[in-house]
C-alpha cells in the first residue's frame, strides 16, 4: 500500500473493528498515522494450473538451457533493468543459461532494447491458467522489485517448489529467507544479484 493510500483511507481504517495487513512492511507503514492493532495475514495464492508441458514451453520458446524466470509488470517498481544488467553481467562468463521474462508493460520498448543477447527471451503475456507451466521450466525466479506489499511471484514460486532470489524490500523479506528458500540482495545492486543467480545456478540443491 502507497503512503497516499494509506493516507486517504485512515479515517476509514481507524473506524474498522479489524485491521489486516498483508505483511509486516505494511503493517509498519500503519503504525506511524496510529493505527497499531493491525494483524499480519499474508495474501492467499491459489493453486496455479500448467497446461502446457515444459517440453512444450521449451520448444516454444528454444530453451536448451538452464532457464532464469522473472514474471512481472516491466514497470518501475518491479525492477526489470535490475535484472537486465545483472543478465548481461551473467551471460558474460556463461552461456549455459536462458533469462525467460513473462510478461508486458509501459516498459516493455526499453526493455526490449536491452534484451540484445540471445540467450534473454521476452514471452510477453501468459494467460493465469498457465503460468505454472513456465514455473515449471524454471531453475531460479527472481523478484527485482523496488517495492512490494507482498510478494507474489514469490509465493507463488514457492508453491511451484522453485527457489527465489529477491530483493530485501517490504514484503519479499516475510517470504524469502536467506539461505533458506532463497537469496537475498539489496534493491537495485544488480552486481550481487548476478553473483546470487550464478550461486544458484552452480548448486541445484541449494535453498530447495
Known amino acids: 500500500m502507497k503512503a497516499r493510500e494509506i493516507g486517504k483511507n485512515i479515517p476509514l481504517l481507524k473506524e474498522a473493528d479489524r485491521k489486516v ?9 500503519l503504525e506511524p498515522v496510529g493505527i497499531n492493532d493491525a494483524i499480519v495475514i499474508p495474501n492467499f495464492v491459489e493453486e496455479l494450473s500448467a497446461k502446457t508441458t515444459a517440453d512444450e514451453i521449451r520448444k516454444r520458446h528454444r530453451l536448451k538451457n538452464k532457464v532464469v524466470l522473472f514474471v512481472g509488470r516491466f514497470s518501475y517498481e518491479k525492477g526489470v533493468p535490475v535484472l537486465m544488467k545483472a543478465a548481461e553481467k551473467v551471460l558474460a562468463k556463461r552461456s549455459d543459461v536462458t533469462f525467460l521474462l513473462v510478461g508486458k508493460g509501459p516498459m ?23 503460468v505454472g507451466s513456465y514455473y515449471n521450466v524454471a531453475d531460479v525466479v527472481v523478484v527485482s522489485s523496488f517495492m512490494e506489499a507482498f510478494g507474489r511471484t514469490a509465493a507463488e514460486a514457492f508453491s511451484m517448489k522453485k527457489p527465489v532470489i529477491a530483493a ?14 532463497g537469496l537475498v540482495y539489496s534493491v537495485r545492486d544488480f552486481e550481487t544479484l548476478a553473483e546470487n543467480i550464478n550461486e544458484l545456478l552452480d548448486d541445484g540443491q541449494k535453498c530447495r
Open 168 to 181: 530485501g524490500i517490504g514484503g519479499l523479506r516475510d517470504i524469502v529467507e536467506m539461505n533458506e528458500n
Open 108 to 130: 516493455e520498448n526499453e526493455i526490449k532494447a536491452m534484451a540484445r543477447n540471445e540467450n534473454i527471451v521476452l514471452a510477453g503475456d501468459v494467460a493465469f491458467d498457465d
Open 21 to 29: 495487513a498483508i505483511s509486516h512492511a505494511v503493517k509498519q507503514k
